[in-house]
């Protein structure tokens, strides 16, 4: 009987996902956990669901309430996590603010605060993360969630693009300097229905959906096998960015 071979980097055993709270990230919370994964989480806030989940799961989920923007209560929760759910081997970036603002009619402070939330801060948790890996000689795996809209054009997202697109890079170059020890990959989704895209406006999202080939907007439901996959199945792949965008860009 055909065995296939062993992954160069085993699945995750204990995953932090950023912005776990709401949207895709509580829903890839809830998939890891129902594949028996010990998952780590924070948020501004914790919702109801997320609650759920703690009382649903107990031990298997350290969910706490932690601003992504301040890198030393990160790195606490993260040593609070490896204590409670053993040492961590799967990243999941997924926190991010949206915007919806013409270039010229953004501020300065709304750019720096928009670069920092949605690419200095990942990339300063990204590195922690892979730091502590490489140092234990322990492989992991890390999966950013980025956006179309780092390859395709809407009116009001430059800056939320730009940082979409160099977190793109950034998972590229990480790919290759972790050499194969970190599988390092990027899911570019589609606009969902959530907290973020509200500030589109109804009729951006409208036309967002008729620009789509299944006509309408992604649900979380869309992308989580792609990310699940990522972190959980017996996989070589690295250094990738998987659209998963409905036909957007068709």
């Not at 920092?116 to 993360?129: K, M």
Request: glycine share 8%.
């Amino acid at each position: 009987m055909y065995e296939p071979p062993a992954p160069t980097v085993p699945p995750a055993s204990a995953v932090l996902v950023t912005g776990g709270s709401r949207g895709l990230g509580l829903a890839v919370v809830r998939e890891l956990l129902q594949n028996g994964v010990r998952v780590a989480t924070f948020a501004r806030t914790m919702s109801e669901e997320l609650q759920q989940l703690q009382q649903e799961f107990g031990e298997w989920l350290f969910a706490a309430c932690v601003d992504a923007n301040h890198m030393h209560a990160v790195n606490r929760f993260m040593l609070d996590a490896s204590e409670r759910l053993g040492s961590l081997d799967g990243l999941i970036c997924n926190a991010a603010v949206g915007q919806d603002s013409l270039l010229c009619h953004t501020s300065t402070e709304t750019i720096a605060a928009l670069i920092g939330s949605n690419l200095t801060h990942p990339l300063c948790l990204i590195r922690s993360f892979a730091r502590k890996l490489l140092h234990a000689r322990r492989p992991g795996r890390i999966v950013t969630i980025t956006s179309i809209a780092a390859r395709r054009t809407y009116p009001g997202l430059a800056v939320y693009a730009a940082t979409k697109a160099g977190m793109e890079a950034a998972t590229l170059v990480l790919a290759h300097e972790a050499r194969g020890r970190i599988l390092v990959n990027c899911v570019a989704p589609g606009f969902f229905e959530s907290d973020m895209s509200a500030p589109l406006g109804s009729a951006q999202r409208a036309s967002i959906a008729r620009r789509t080939v299944t006509g309408r907007l992604m649900k979380p439901q869309h992308v989580v096998p792609v990310i699940r996959m990522l972190m959980l199945d017996a996989i070589d792949m690295n250094g990738q960015v998987i659209v998963v965008d409905g036909g957007a860009r068709a």
